[in-house]
């Protein structure tokens, strides 16, 4: 049975920092790619940050500079770091595995970012 298990979220003022985890079960976590995926209210789930199997990065131009993707696959875990966090970035934020026809998501943690 595959697993995603997002942790990390909460309520933070703007300008701070989070740092999201997703640990992966279930898979061969290596040769997936993984992704981080947002969705706030009213809003279509967006591409925030994503890692391939060989370590290539990309990001959504409105995180570029604030965020940064990293995996760690001997522990089969993918992290989001988020600095300099605004309003706008306040949303449930899903990880994503996906390795060609094979994709499944997590549960989503709420990131709230309020004064």
């Known amino acids: 049975q595959v697993q995603l298990v997002e942790s990390g979220g909460g309520l933070v003022q703007p300008g701070g920092s989070l740092r999201l985890s997703c640990t992966a079960s279930?898979?061969?976590?290596?040769?997936?790619?993984m992704g981080w995926y947002r969705q706030a209210p009213g809003k279509q789930r967006e591409l925030v940050a994503h890692?391939?199997?060989?370590?290539?990065?990309n990001y959504a131009d409105s995180v570029k500079g604030r965020f940064t993707i990293s995996r760690d696959n001997a522990k089969n875990t993918v992290y989001l770091q988020m600095n300099n966090l605004k309003p706008e970035d306040t949303a449930v934020y899903y990880c994503?595995?996906?390795?060609?026809?094979?994709?499944?998501w997590g549960q989503g943690t709420q990131v709230t970012v309020s004064s």
């Open positions: 994503n595995a996906a390795f060609t026809k094979y994709e499944y």
């Open positions: 279930g898979i061969i976590f290596s040769i997936y790619a």
């Open positions: 890692i391939a199997s060989g370590r290539t990065t």
